[in-house]
């Protein structure tokens, strides 16, 4: 299971509205390349599994999808203006004929001279009382998972909304979460799911 190194709440001020810029996103953020993307093996197999939460195949997806992405907008224009070594969408990344795309990646001092971290954003109506133990979250881990393996490095950090906290009462929480890959742990994961199943979401895309 991955190491949750730190666990950070963020309390937004009102200093942090009039800090915030617009960025730009690239235009590789809209490229998607055909063929077996990495979202589409993880999803099918956890399905397969019957580990695929309700809330995760909402009808409602796409509205759910348009709420995350500007989440992502939002918080990428605190970041860019906190972070200089913080890269928003930096393309595309293939392994063994697989894609994936990261939501950013940066270069922080935690992580060394050369250190990548690979960078994700979450908006969900999950509990945060009942799903804040991240690491148990195999949607959310086997992405990192796979993106780390993708990128060449073991660090990821999660940014999650949580829109109704812990329902306690409901009300909005911004956590980060900083995680960490073993070798052993991204490698078992590649081969054991990801080049495993690819096949059949081959198949499945009729390609």
């Not at 942090?16 to 235009?27: F, I, N, V, Y």
Request: aromatic letters at 12%; one cysteine or more.
């Amino acid at each position: 299971m991955p190491i949750l190194l730190e666990k950070t709440k963020v309390s937004l001020e009102w200093g942090d509205l009039e800090k915030w810029r617009q960025q730009t996103c690239p235009p590789s953020a809209k490229r998607r390349s055909k063929g077996v993307h990495l979202s589409g093996v993880i999803r099918h197999v956890l399905k397969g599994l019957g580990k695929l939460k309700a809330e995760d195949e909402s009808e409602e997806f796409p509205l759910r999808m348009a709420l995350g992405m500007a989440w992502e907008n939002w918080v990428v224009g605190l970041v860019t203006v906190e972070d200089e070594g913080f890269v928003w969408q930096p393309g595309e990344q293939e392994l063994d004929g697989v894609y994936g795309t990261p939501d950013g990646m940066s270069t922080t001092e935690e992580e060394g001279e050369g250190g990548l971290l690979v960078e994700e954003f979450k908006l969900t109506w999950k509990s945060e009382f009942k799903y804040g133990d991240v690491v148990k979250e195999a949607l959310w881990m086997w992405q990192l998972a796979g993106l780390c393996k993708m990128m060449g490095t073991r660090m990821a950090r999660l940014h999650i909304a949580w829109v109704c906290g812990d329902y306690r009462p409901p009300e909005p929480k911004y956590y980060r979460y900083r995680i960490e890959f073993t070798e052993r742990e991204l490698e078992e994961f590649w081969e054991n799911i990801v080049r495993k199943y690819k096949g059949e979401v081959e198949g499945e895309a009729g390609t």
